[in-house]
């Protein structure tokens, strides 16, 4: 199983980004996918979810302004993110759920993502 996120940069508030997950060697539409982020000295956050219906849900802080979506044709998970703020900075990863998996169990290697004010 392999992940390569990517994606990540800098960027201005209010701009944005959109984060490319590539899965191989799993069976990519059975699964969940999510991004999670890490930002300097916090814990690991899970940030957006998607599951092999497509239902999507998302941590309150990013509401509205981020959005993930899937692509069973390309083995891609994305994560669209729209009026970034300086909070918004981390390494994000992109996480895979099998359908007999009760958590993320495959992970990508993380993609930096930088907010300047």
């Known amino acids: 199983v392999q992940l390569q996120a990517s994606g990540g940069g800098l960027v201005q508030a209010g701009g944005s980004l959109r984060l490319s997950c590539v899965a191989s060697?799993?069976?990519?539409?059975?699964?969940?996918w999510g991004w999670y982020r890490q930002a300097p000295g916090k814990e690991r956050e899970l940030v957006a979810t998607?599951?092999?219906?497509?239902?999507?849900n998302y941590v309150d802080s990013v509401k509205g302004r981020f959005t993930i979506s899937r692509d069973n044709a390309k083995n891609t998970v994305y994560l669209q993110m729209n009026s970034l703020k300086p909070e918004d900075t981390a390494v994000y990863y992109c996480?895979?759920?099998?359908?007999?998996?009760?958590?993320?169990?495959?992970w990508g290697q993380g993609t930096l993502v930088t907010v300047s004010s």
């Open positions: 998607i599951n092999s219906g497509r239902w999507t």
């Open positions: 996480a895979g759920r099998s359908p007999l998996s009760s958590k993320y169990d495959s």
């Open positions: 060697g799993l069976t990519f539409g059975s699964y969940a």
